[in-house]
């Protein structure tokens, strides 16, 4: 279960850069400021999770099984 969630985190992370460099560059022609800064708050969100996926499965090394799941699965 620890890869599963180790590659959710990657891709989490993955699609927060793409995410990023799509709205830097081609969306800001198009969008306005205010949206702009939604785009990049969403973004944000988007690379907290991933982190908040890999950060405990590789650091807390001594928390049970179960707990790595929910904190996975939530």
Same mark, same amino acid.
């Given at each position: 279960? =620890?890869? +599963? &969630?180790? &590659?959710?985190?990657?891709? @989490? #992370?993955?699609?927060?850069? &793409?995410?990023?460099?799509? #709205?830097? /560059?081609?969306? =800001?022609?198009?969008?306005?400021?205010?949206?702009?800064? *939604?785009?990049?708050? #969403?973004?944000? @969100?988007?690379? @907290? /999770?991933?982190?908040?996926?890999? &950060?405990?499965?590789?650091?807390?090394?001594?928390?049970?099984?179960? *707990?790595?799941?929910?904190?996975? +699965?939530?």
């Amino acid at each position: 279960m =620890k890869e +599963v &969630i180790l &590659i959710f985190g990657g891709v @989490y #992370g993955g699609l927060a850069v &793409i995410f990023g460099a799509f #709205g830097a /560059h081609a969306l =800001k022609s198009k969008f306005n400021e205010d949206q702009l800064k *939604s785009f990049e708050t #969403g973004v944000k @969100y988007q690379m @907290y /999770h991933a982190l908040l996926l890999i &950060i405990p499965e590789l650091l807390f090394r001594f928390w049970k099984p179960l *707990s790595k799941l929910w904190v996975g +699965v939530l």
